[in-house]
């Protein structure tokens, strides 16, 4: 130890049991380790590892061909508190040791209610037929974007010849309620944004570029994107916006609401610097807000603009996290004219965040989500604007809970990313990925095939869609608009009468 | 202490439904329909039935009509529903709908009738005579107690009750007291409601009125549409969220039924993808803005107004309908049997695919279409 350094008293977070009968020595578990836990003694002939540096992610279990390893949580812990749990001790314990701020990735993992897990189904029973998706067609399509109140239609007695007067808003079809949200290249690896953007084209829905711009070779995935024009504004230029199915003006986070983002100048090799229009190696700071947005009028003009420069050709979303003040500023951002408005909530994720900010500021998207839909209604305007929800969606019942409650459709982060190979071991911040998701390292990154990739993300669309088919079916419902909104197929179990009234359902049995 | 407001289930239940009109303007008793009622018994559990018909006031044709019911002969809402529409209406005559106190039927309640013409005051002058009348029907079935307008058009009227076809014709004596061109009728089979005479259909706004077989799976989601156009839905029936979709759809949007039907149970996508270009654009427009008033679950519904009454069902077609014709007269049932058995011969029978409207217009109003078309097609 050299002087002046501290003695780090952190306990490891996981060990690592090696059965040494099923061990042949092959080193696969080092080579596959990027926080580099696992080194061969040549001396003894036989594999050691740091379990210091072990982040519990889960790549040498899978990758060991003879299923030697089990690497499992620490077992090891103070005396028992219910106040000071080891989590916190460790946590104070990093920071006497660093004097920083901790960060984290991926979502808040505290244990906040998880409403979908307190909210049930309907399904038909004797008055009412459910429908056999496997008979019936039962369909998912869906429309983002503003919708008129009424159409003015010329018709003169014939259904094949009719007009629609009405001026009508762009709107963006996608083949089931399932967006990819925000991931940039830089804080992903370009296999895994790729990959993203093949699957979205694939299945015929939406990835979500992030605020890393798009790079000019997957530009012909732009009919399949939503572009981000963040307060880093890294990568917008004409053509970028205008390849674009939706352009989404990025004011806050889930994750980290009222927080900017970093990427750290390592990350921003050549090909990130092009495509982010920044000098190679420096750092991609994104500020806290947008430096021209201080007011809902100023989000207007930004709206505006970025209409201006798309021609009105493409709906622009406005996408905020989720927190108190939600309903109150998505109706303002409604008649600041955003098409679509996107709520990221509590449990939303991200490659890096305060973990101070990301597990205590927010609240839970399904009551953002209940009080955005109902204040727009009571406005008159639900129409004017798609709903996008974010944070934390886990299956396809999440889904469908959250278009019962009122969402247009879901933005999925974390799900495709654990449909690609992340373990949520929440080390994306530290540009390591043993899985080649969240990392710039070109030996790391390249585990990924961006083809394997896009196969289990179209898989992960498709089961879930199928899925979303059965229970509409099971309803009675054989298109998803009729489910949007739909409160009355939601019953609340285990909650307390303020829940159930934010939430705007009845408890189970009534 | 936070009080919850937690409104009971809405209503369940399936039904027969019936339609008939002479498309020539020729009015007929109430024979016809409830012949044909009585053959489709088992549709209903005589826990409620009810008609509509159309032209059978026409000494007061250019006056609202309405049906006020009074729950419990409460004397002291009839006194209140007076002073009501003396204050805002020039009643014209008024009287007690007659009926036969030998009718098999349990507890009815008071029915009078009054034939109105609007006296607008203040701002509400701004309001055309059918909006007047919608708003203040809505304030006496929400501010009065005990009393219910069941029905407000005009030269047309409403009868229900708790019982079967029969015997709720036969309270109103329809068979003997009035005449017709349109006729709709309806027994039900409610699974969760208790009798009561206001819950009997048809539901009825202004000289619309809605019969409906059905459970509508997207009742929450039309629902809440509908409360953005400040209907209300009050009543918790299937029923009153077609009505009030329809009254905007038709009365306040002027959409034609040949369109609204394609909103309700609209084509499915997989028949739209291959539609030619043009029509494609249109279906697929209006789904995008109309996707909340497309009515899912199993539905049948007859809607009836001045001049047109017209049936529909689901897309999936999950409640029956049939229409049959014999010269000049429609009809639109759910059973083909309840047809013949007034009407053993007809012209032609036809049974709808899903959201294929069947419509019935009267000559001289198809013949007012078509002089508008020409018109149209001359000046361009």
């Known amino acids: 130890m050299l002087e002046g350094e501290i003695h780090s008293h952190l306990l490891p977070d996981f060990i690592i049991e090696r059965r040494e009968d099923r061990c042949i020595r092959c080193r696969v578990c080092e080579r596959q380790c990027g926080f580099n836990v696992h080194w061969y003694d040549e001396e003894t002939d036989s594999m050691k590892e740091d379990e210091m540096k072990c982040v519990g992610c889960q790549r040498c279990v899978v990758m060991c061909p003879t299923k030697a390893l089990i690497v499992k949580p620490y077992p090891g812990d103070y005396r028992a508190n219910a106040n000071w749990t080891k989590e916190r001790i460790l946590d104070l314990k990093k920071q006497a040791e660093t004097g920083g701020v901790l960060l984290t990735g991926t979502g808040n993992d505290k244990p906040f209610r998880i409403y979908w897990d307190h909210i049930v189904l309907n399904a038909s029973q004797v008055t009412n037929p459910s429908i056999d998706p496997l008979r019936e067609p039962m369909e998912l399509r869906t429309f983002l974007g503003r919708k008129p109140d009424k159409l003015e239609i010329e018709f003169n007695g014939d259904l094949d010849d009719v007009e629609i007067k009405t001026e009508l808003s762009p709107n963006v079809m996608i083949e089931t309620p399932i967006v990819f949200s925000a991931m940039s290249y830089g804080a992903i690896s370009y296999q895994a944004f790729k990959a993203l953007a093949m699957a979205a084209n694939e299945y015929g829905t939406l990835f979500n570029t992030g605020e890393g711009g798009l790079p000019r070779e997957l530009r012909k995935y732009g009919k399949n994107a939503i572009v981000q024009c963040a307060s880093g504004r890294f990568g917008v230029d004409p053509e970028y916006l205008n390849c674009a199915a939706v352009i989404e003006i990025k004011i806050g986070q889930g994750a980290k609401p009222g927080i900017g983002g970093h990427l750290p100048g390592e990350k921003v090799t050549e090909p990130i610097s092009i495509t982010r229009m920044i000098p190679e190696g420096t750092d991609a700071l994104s500020p806290a807000p947008q430096h021209d947005i201080y007011s809902i009028e100023d989000l207007s003009m930004l709206i505006y603009a970025l209409k201006e420069a798309t021609d009105y050709e493409k709906p622009v979303c406005v996408k905020i996290a989720a927190v108190h003040n939600a309903a109150a500023i998505a109706s303002g951002m409604v008649r600041a004219g955003a098409d679509i408005i996107a709520l990221d909530g509590l449990r939303g994720g991200t490659g890096a965040a305060p973990k101070i900010i990301r597990d205590n500021v927010g609240i839970p998207i399904e009551m953002a989500l209940a009080s955005v839909d109902q204040r727009l209604r009571e406005e008159g305007i639900r129409n004017k604007a798609s709903i996008l929800v974010a944070g934390g969606f886990r299956c396809s019942a999440d889904i469908v809970k959250a278009i019962a409650l009122g969402a247009d459709a879901v933005y999925i982060g974390t799900a495709a990313l654990v449909a690609m190979g992340c373990t949520l071991c929440q080390k994306c911040h530290t540009g390591i990925c043993n899985w080649g998701i969240c990392t710039q390292d070109p030996n790391l990154a390249k585990r990924l095939n961006p083809e394997i990739a896009k196969k289990r993300l179209v898989n992960l669309l498709r089961a879930w869609s199928l899925e979303i088919k059965e229970m509409l079916g099971g309803m009675g419902i054989n298109a998803i608009e009729s489910l949007r909104g739909n409160r009355e197929h939601l019953r609340g179990v285990g909650l307390e009468d303020w829940e159930l009234e934010v939430l705007g359902i009845k408890g189970a049995g009534e | ?380």
Not at chain 2, 305 to 322: A, C, K, S, V
């Open chain 2, 1 to 380: 202490m936070r009080r919850r407001v937690v409104l009971p289930d809405k209503d369940h239940h399936a039904c027969g439904l019936f339609g008939v009109m002479d498309r020539s303007g020729k009015r007929f008793s109430g024979e016809m329909v409830v012949k044909a009622m009585k053959n489709m018994r088992v549709r209903g559990n005589g826990l409620g039935a009810g008609f509509a018909a159309y032209g059978i006031y026409p000494e007061y044709k250019d006056y609202y009509a309405l049906h006020v019911m009074y729950q419990d002969w409460d004397e002291e809402a009839k006194r209140e529903v007076d002073r009501f529409l003396d204050l805002n209406f020039d009643v014209v005559h008024t009287e007690e709908i007659p009926v036969n106190l030998e009718a098999r039927v349990s507890d009815p309640p008071l029915f009078w009738r009054y034939f109105v013409a609007p006296s607008k005051k203040g701002d509400e002058k701004k309001l055309s005579d059918d909006d007047y009348v919608v708003k203040k029907v809505m304030e006496i079935n929400t501010g009065i107690k005990n009393a219910y307008v069941i029905s407000s058009g005009k030269d047309m009227g409403v009868f229900k009750g708790v019982g079967f076809p029969e015997e709720i014709a036969e309270y109103f004596m329809l068979e003997s007291e009035y005449k017709g061109y349109i006729w709709v009728a309806h027994s039900r089979f409610p699974t969760n409601t208790p009798g009561w005479w206001g819950g009997a259909h048809p539901f009825c706004i202004l000289d619309w009125t809605v019969v409906h077989n059905g459970e509508i799976s997207s009742y929450g989601t039309n629902k809440r549409y509908l409360e953005m156009y400040g209907y209300y839905c009050t009543l918790l029936t299937d029923t009153e969220v077609m009505a009030y979709a329809v009254d905007l759809l038709m009365r306040k949007q002027g959409l034609p039924i040949e369109i609204v039907s394609k909103i309700f149970a609209s084509p499915m996508w997989d028949h739209i993808d291959i539609m030619d270009e043009k029509k494609k654009k249109f279906y697929t427009t209006l789904r995008m803005v109309y996707a909340p008033l497309l009515i899912n679950g199993p539905w049948t519904i007859i809607v009836a107004r001045h001049g047109e009454m017209f049936g529909i069902t689901d897309r999936i077609r999950l409640r029956p309908i049939t229409s049959g014709e014999k010269g000049d007269i429609l009809f639109i049932s759910s059973e083909e049997s309840a047809i013949r058995a007034v009407s053993p011969e007809l012209d032609s029978v036809f049974t709808p695919m899903g959201g294929e409207p069947v419509i019935g217009r009267l000559k001289k109003e198809e013949k007012k279409i078509e002089e508008k078309v020409s018109e149209v097609i001359e000046g361009a």
